[in-house]
């Protein structure tokens, strides 16, 4: 529980078949418009569970799901707040400690798409340098009501260097998939953290050659980031 956030509250949790000990707790936060599905999506996630008639979030809260990434056991909390302005959470106690974040749109809905730039520029101004995002255009299941063709959501995100999936919390389709991506790109930048830390400590030469000598399995962000987009993407072509 994040003492910071007053309204915060952890829900249900759904685990995996994961042993108790718990190597890493990722924050991610889950960002966008209003109704593009983010408390679905998280609810996917968490729990597999869909509402139709699901609320405006007010306030904050956040829900875990625990998970084996590359060996390590991830709790991964994630923090779901509102898209609406009004109901919004104080920004920088929200994205503070975020080391990954979801920035969903609805691909039906052309401003919500229009929109994401908006949100970029936020998590760059109030998030960690080296917080993963992925772009998530939901509600994939409403293929004839689509909007924002899946070619310029590449595009956006190529250019700004987010991972994408176009997923849906209605079929669960590539929900999973696109957050064990995230968590699997923040256990590399940990790694990655890791490594450049014990070489630069004065006095670290043993445990910097201790860590160099142990496997560790960084995926490499621009190899997964393109390729990832393709796979990911529900389009045919
Ligand atoms: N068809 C379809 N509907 C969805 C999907 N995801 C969410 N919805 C519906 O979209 C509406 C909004 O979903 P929410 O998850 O509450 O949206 P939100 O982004 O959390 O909205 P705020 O809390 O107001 O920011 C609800 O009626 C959901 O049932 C999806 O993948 N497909
Ligand atoms: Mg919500």
Redesign the pocket.
Known sequence: MNEEMNGGFEVENRQDSVPEKIDYVFKVVVI??????????LSRFTKNE????????IGVEFQTRTVNIKGKVIKAQIW?????ERYRAVTSAYYRGALGAML?YDITKRQSFDHVARWVEELRAHADSSIVIMLIG?????VDLRAVPTEHAVEFAEDQGLFFAE?????GENVDKAFFILLEEIYGVICRKTLEGADKKPNGGDQATALKGSKIDVISGSDLEISEMKKLSSCSC
Do not use: E
Request: aromatic share 6%; charged share 20%.
């Open positions: 966008g418009d209003s109704a593009v599905g983010k408390t679905q999506i869909f509402c139709f008639d699901s609320k405006s979030t779901d707040t509102a898209g609406q969903v939901n509600k994939a299941d409403l997923t849906s919390a209605l079929s």
